[in-house]
């Protein structure tokens, strides 16, 4: 039978408690247990999928295609456990079910309230679809206090009662914080957020305490007294260099121990923290560097790039470099010169994106790499930019673009209508819902054998995760590879672009996919570690 890590946070957002559940699952598997992870979000999107990247990060896909939570980036990277839309659940999708058996008489005309039928419906979440595992995380979004999160508190106190007992913990991540002009850690913080979580009935097991210097002693009891827990289970998260770090510093504070013995478990075997040691050795002690150039156009919040920013230091580890990444709006490009940013760049990114705004930018900046043979990788968006810089200044297609943001006679990238999934045809409606014209999660590709794509995964088929509404129009194929541009990957039925390269160029790839969302520290991408080898390559050029 399962058991249960609840962990919730206090005090402040932005605490890491996404990291954090995802470096305990990663202990608890280097214990020899499997682990499953979960997120629960109290917003009333049902979805993440059509809100901002600003708003809430980037948007996590899974194989599935569920539009998920960006901490389930973090689950996938840690533990190697693939994702599902059962791992993630919105208030609003809750929400929706709820109505929608409302609507179908299924409550048979009784009254529908948040207890019980929103916090069964949270409960069911939860504890469906565990047979097999040892351990199951869940965490809840935002922090207690939170009006819009009372139910999913009330859903996991209730399951404290509802599972057998010592077979569920509570874990609360909190901040210590430094009060300069006091030049002491404070305290309060964390014992005003305990005092809030037991005021609806939830006993925390064990304090996850955030803070950027050790906690003394001293300050450790006091937290262990007024909050009710064992001095042992007040745990420092002290800050870290890098992510991939947090294991083993949560491994040398005692975390891992602290909660199999919240279970009862006492013969556990020791941690083999191989793989971690290794991954940390590597970040730490590069033997060089390079500069890798991201035009984007939410380079604003670094969340909203999450997953790629860790496909790019993957692919370091990897090489053995450090990357260092020089974010630059695209709209920048509209007005000046991208040689005025880009020089002495060793790789430029494009990566996914929506709508018109930056895109004449990120085509400057397509042309800029080609140009000047400098490694360029187009994602998603990044490879429609540079099929249309292509079309326009290979090809002699003056007015080729797309008709995502323009009345174009030259649509090299228009909306497909209809596409095939394994032995199922997928339609999409223009006129549908946003999350409804995308075509999202797992496809296949084929790959010409003779590429470099297919040199670099080394296997002819691939399955990638997608996340667009938008597609390379076919009909441009042969004008393009006349011109150097070719198609080097396509879906099964030969429909759908799904790669390009450019020939007598050192590395110049666009994917359709999203690579990034399949790169582990452990395990990077084929295509990642190619790119980061590339942009060394071309830093011992100059």
Same mark, same amino acid.
Do not use: C, N, W, Y
């Given at each position: 039978m399962a058991r249960y890590i609840f962990i919730t946070g206090g005090v402040v957002s932005s605490l890491g408690k996404g990291l954090a559940a995802a470096a305990i699952g990663a202990l608890l598997q280097a214990r020899g247990y499997s682990v499953r992870l979960r997120k629960l979000d109290p917003y009333l999107n049902v979805d993440p999928g059509t809100m901002s990247p600003y708003q809430h990060g980037e948007v996590y896909v899974t194989d599935d295609g569920a539009e998920t939570d960006l901490d389930l980036g973090h689950y996938e990277r840690f533990t190697g456990v693939p994702a599902s839309q059962a791992d993630n659940v919105t208030a609003g999708r809750i929400y929706q079910q709820i109505l929608q058996k409302e609507r179908q008489g299924d409550y048979l005309g009784g009254t529908v309230q948040v207890i019980p039928h929103v916090t069964d419906a949270i409960k069911n979440f939860a504890l469906s679809g565990n047979e097999g595992v040892? %351990? &199951?995380l869940c965490e809840i979004g935002g922090t207690v206090g939170d009006i819009e999160g009372l139910p999913f508190f009330e859903a996991i106190r209730q399951l404290g009662n509802d599972l057998p007992r010592g077979e569920c913990i509570f874990i609360h991540?909190?901040? $210590? !914080?430094? /009060?300069?002009?006091?030049?002491? =850690?404070k305290t309060k913080p964390t014992?005003?957020?305990v005092k809030e979580l037991r005021s609806i009935g939830i006993q925390p097991d064990i304090l996850l305490c955030r803070c950027d210097r050790p906690v003394p002693e001293k300050e450790r009891r006091k937290i262990a007294l007024f909050c009710n827990v064992r001095e042992s289970a007040v745990i420092q998260a002290l800050d870290v260099e890098n992510i991939y770090d947090v294991p083993i510093a949560y491994h040398k504070e005692g975390l891992d121990d602290e909660v199999l013995n919240a279970f009862g478990i006492d013969s556990a075997p020791a941690p083999d923290l191989t793989v971690w040691k290794r991954i940390s050795t590597r970040i730490h002690n590069p033997d060089g560097h390079v500069s890798i150039a991201i035009i984007g156009k939410y380079t604003g919040l670094m969340d909203a790039y999450k997953s790629l920013n860790e496909a790019l230091a993957h692919g370091g580890i990897e090489n053995r470099v450090k990357v260092n990444l020089q974010w630059i709006e695209a709209e920048i490009f509209e007005q000046e010169d991208p040689g005025l940013h880009l020089q002495g760049v060793n790789g430029? =990114? &494009? !990566? @996914? @994106? %929506?709508?018109?705004?930056?895109?004449?930018?990120? /085509?400057?900046?397509? @042309? %800029?790499?080609?140009?000047? @043979? /400098?490694p360029y990788f187009g994602i998603c968006y990044g490879m429609q930019m540079a099929v249309i810089e292509a079309a326009r200044n290979l090809a002699g297609i003056a007015t080729a673009s797309s008709t995502e943001f323009s009345d174009?006679?030259? !649509? &090299? $990238?228009?909306?497909?209508?209809e596409w095939v999934k394994g032995n199922k045809v997928e339609r999409r409606h223009a006129n549908?819902? =946003?999350g409804g014209t995308l075509r999202l999660g797992a496809y296949e590709a084929v790959l010409d054998k003779d590429s470099k794509v297919g040199g670099i995964y080394g296997v002819r088929s691939i399955s990638e995760r997608h996340r667009h509404r938008y597609e390379v129009n076919i009909n441009y194929r042969e004008r393009l590879e006349e011109s150097g541009l070719r198609m080097s990957g396509l879906s099964p039925d030969g429909v759908l672009p799904e790669i390009v390269e450019l020939r007598d160029h050192p590395w110049y790839i666009g994917v359709q996919f999203h690579p990034e969302l399949k790169s582990r520290p452990f395990s990077p991408h084929p295509l990642f570690v190619s790119f980061i080898k590339a942009a060394v390559e071309q830093s011992r050029l100059f």
């Open positions: 040892d %351990f &199951v991540l909190t901040l $210590i !914080p430094f /009060i300069g002009s006091a030049g002491e =850690l014992q005003h957020s430029i =990114l &494009v !990566p @996914g @994106g %929506f709508g018109g705004r930056g895109a004449e930018g990120k /085509i400057r900046a397509a @042309g %800029f790499a080609r140009e000047r @043979g /400098i174009t006679d030259e !649509p &090299v $990238i228009g909306l497909m209508s549908g819902d =946003l």
